[in-house]
């Protein structure tokens, strides 16, 4: 045997190639990945279920169930798609939003969107994906009238002195989004999670660099829960009622037809965004 010939010290029988480095480094002891488990882990024989095929597959793969891409695919679409006639009465009669859809096959949004396009239905603009954030819609204790006036005021203080009541333009493949948002800032966290308490919504972190203070960001997006918190609060507003009236006017229009005709934004609404912007300009 030649001295540069080697075989794997793991009893896999296996021969080890030699290569380039190997003659100023010496040739390893087992081929790689053979010594830290002794012994490589024998596989395991299955059967897809698709085409009868048998398949092997390492200890780590052992919950997979077919043998390729192709005939996982099959079997999705075979058990789940249903006929062009049912997504049609769930969508436009039932008036069901995509995700609702999706919940009710056991899937996702995305092969939703698939299906619709298989059978060329057509998608009502904001009817789909903009309905989707309703899903985690979770009433506050201001909406469910469990906030005493003590925390209502607290809530009015806090928009009206650390808050901002605004639209944000967004560009969307190649069309212009309004986002209403309100949202409030506040370097003490315990103020920030006691507004949760009350109004729900996302919170947010920003780590700043000493001396200056780490800030808290509490974000409310969602339409419909920011139709119903304007709604109990913008006649409580001092500096902030205004925008407070509008953006709630704003939210009401599009909950009340706008995004389920799927239709633009109207000529009132593009004005909202102009007086709200120009409210909320920094210096006046």
């Given at each position: 045997?030649?001295?540069?010939?080697?075989?794997?010290?793991?009893?896999?029988?296996?021969?080890?190639?030699?290569?380039?480095?190997h003659k100023?480094?010496?040739?390893?002891?087992y081929?790689?990945?053979?010594?830290?488990?002794?012994?490589p882990?024998?596989?395991?024989?299955?059967?897809?279920?698709?085409?009868?095929?048998?398949?092997?597959?390492?200890?780590?793969?052992?919950?997979?169930?077919f043998?390729?891409r192709?005939?996982?695919?099959?079997?999705?679409?075979?058990?789940?798609?249903?006929?062009?006639?049912?997504?049609?009465?769930?969508?436009?009669?039932?008036?069901?939003?995509?995700?609702?859809?999706?919940?009710?096959?056991?899937?996702?949004?995305?092969?939703?969107?698939?299906?619709?396009?298989?059978?060329?239905i057509?998608?009502k603009?904001?009817?789909g994906?903009?309905?989707?954030?309703?899903q985690?819609?979770?009433p506050?204790?201001?909406?469910?009238n469990?906030?005493?006036?003590?925390e209502?005021g607290?809530?009015?203080?806090?928009?009206?002195?650390?808050?901002?009541?605004g639209?944000?333009?967004?560009?969307?493949k190649?069309?212009?989004?309004?986002?209403?948002?309100?949202?409030?800032?506040?370097?003490?966290h315990?103020?920030?999670?006691?507004?949760?308490?009350?109004?729900?919504?996302?919170?947010?972190?920003?780590?700043?660099?000493?001396?200056?203070?780490?800030?808290?960001?509490?974000?409310?997006?969602?339409?419909k829960?920011?139709?119903?918190?304007?709604?109990?609060?913008?006649?409580?507003?001092?500096?902030?009622?205004?925008?407070?009236?509008l953006?709630?006017?704003?939210?009401?229009?599009?909950?009340?037809?706008?995004m389920?005709?799927?239709?633009?934004?109207?000529e009132?609404?593009?004005?909202?965004?102009?007086?709200?912007?120009?409210?909320?300009?920094?210096?006046?």
């Amino acid at each position: 045997m030649n001295d540069l010939t080697k075989y794997c010290n793991c009893g896999c029988g296996q021969k080890i190639e030699t290569k380039r480095h190997h003659k100023y480094y010496g040739i390893p002891n087992y081929i790689s990945g053979h010594n830290l488990f002794g012994k490589p882990k024998p596989k395991i024989n299955k059967v897809c279920p698709i085409c009868n095929k048998e398949f092997a597959v390492p200890p780590s793969l052992s919950k997979r169930i077919f043998c390729s891409r192709n005939c996982a695919k099959d079997h999705i679409w075979k058990l789940k798609i249903p006929t062009k006639d049912e997504l049609e009465r769930l969508y436009n009669i039932e008036k069901m939003p995509l995700y609702k859809i999706a919940k009710k096959f056991g899937l996702s949004t995305t092969p939703i969107y698939r299906w619709f396009k298989y059978y060329n239905i057509s998608i009502k603009r904001g009817f789909g994906r903009t309905m989707n954030v309703y899903q985690n819609y979770i009433p506050n204790k201001l909406i469910e009238n469990k906030a005493n006036d003590f925390e209502i005021g607290y809530i009015c203080g806090l928009i009206d002195g650390e808050g901002c009541i605004g639209l944000y333009k967004q560009k969307n493949k190649g069309y212009v989004v309004l986002r209403p948002r309100i949202s409030i800032y506040n370097t003490n966290h315990e103020v920030i999670y006691y507004a949760v308490s009350i109004l729900g919504g996302k919170v947010e972190y920003a780590k700043k660099q000493s001396p200056e203070r780490d800030i808290y960001l509490l974000r409310l997006s969602n339409t419909k829960l920011l139709m119903e918190i304007l709604f109990r609060i913008k006649d409580k507003l001092i500096i902030k009622k205004q925008q407070a009236e509008l953006l709630f006017e704003f939210c009401q229009s599009r909950l009340n037809g706008a995004m389920e005709r799927g239709i633009g934004y109207t000529e009132r609404e593009m004005q909202i965004y102009d007086k709200i912007k120009i409210l909320n300009k920094r210096g006046k």
